[in-house]
């Protein structure tokens, strides 16, 4: 079960934003919604920012998902921190506040390794712990 995401943002300016999970174990074309996070409207930059889930989802062993930063365009900017490496990460731009259900992900791959990760309790009861890196969602 996630009970939350986490975005490591840099140079971020304020504006609405939360957190989406995909299920990409068919693809990335026509990848279900599995969830959002509760928005907020004050990102904190050169920092970890945590959002919940109203109704934390159930996430699948064996299964593959998409996690990403959903900002309002036009608002400022929302610039999640990253490493490079060879052909790792995806990106998709759609409309804010509208999380779109399916979505296709046509971006990428790209050599960019997002901070985004998501905290959730294993089927055994113990939260997993925070990252001790930030190279997350290879």
Do not use: R
């Amino acid at each position: 079960t996630a009970t939350s995401m986490s975005v490591f943002f840099k140079n971020v300016s304020a504006q609405k934003y939360k957190y989406v999970i995909y299920d990409i174990s068919n693809g990335l074309t026509n990848a279900p919604l599995v969830d959002e996070t509760n928005e907020d409207t004050t990102p904190t930059d050169e920092a970890w920012n945590t959002l919940t889930f109203s109704t934390p989802p159930t996430l699948v062993a064996g299964k593959d998902y998409f996690l990403a930063a959903f900002g309002e365009s036009g608002a400022g900017s929302l610039n999640i921190a990253y490493d490079t490496k060879l052909s790792s990460g995806y990106w998709e731009t759609t409309t804010y506040p509208t999380v779109p259900d399916p979505i296709s992900i046509t971006g990428g791959p790209t050599s960019k390794i997002w901070s985004i990760y998501a905290t959730y309790t294993a089927s055994g009861g113990a939260a997993s712990p925070p990252p001790s890196n930030i190279f997350i969602l290879d």
